[in-house]
């Protein structure tokens, strides 16, 4: 992970209690995510942290940007992830989520319903709709 940013102490990114116990494995690979919406949670704690190969690893291939995904020296800071909701079926999934954050010091939301599949026992994010 990238940013230098202490979250034994203040939490896990995506909201729950403790990154060790939450997110970090996933983010480390010592762990893959066990079901869609832990890989969401994981991937927005990847933004956070900045954590571009980790959101390349738990992009599917076919839909996988060429390009970057983080930009380097960004004006945004994530603030907070809220989960609408989270449907799974089989092999599929969706999760709808807004996330809030700081923008050149304007307050915004992104808010996506994800779509997630499951290849070979692990679960990578398919592609999204914004609103």
């Known amino acids: 992970m990238s940013k230098k940013r202490d979250f034994v102490q203040t939490g896990c990114p995506c909201g729950n209690p403790s990154f060790e116990d939450c997110c970090k494995p996933y983010l480390t690979g010592d762990a893959t995510a066990k079901d869609a919406l832990s890989l969401m949670r994981s991937r927005y704690s990847a933004y956070v942290t900045e954590n571009e190969p980790y959101l390349r690893e738990t992009w599917v291939n076919e839909n996988r940007p060429s390009g970057t995904i983080i930009e380097k020296n960004s004006p945004v800071k994530w603030l907070g992830l809220k989960i609408i909701r989270h449907q799974e079926h089989e092999n599929r999934a969706v999760v709808e989520f807004i996330a ?23 679960w990578y994010y398919f592609d999204g709709t914004f609103f």
């Open 100 to 122: 809030s954050y700081k923008q050149n010091g304007r307050m915004q939301k992104l808010h996506e319903i994800s779509r997630f599949i499951k290849k070979n026992e692990q």
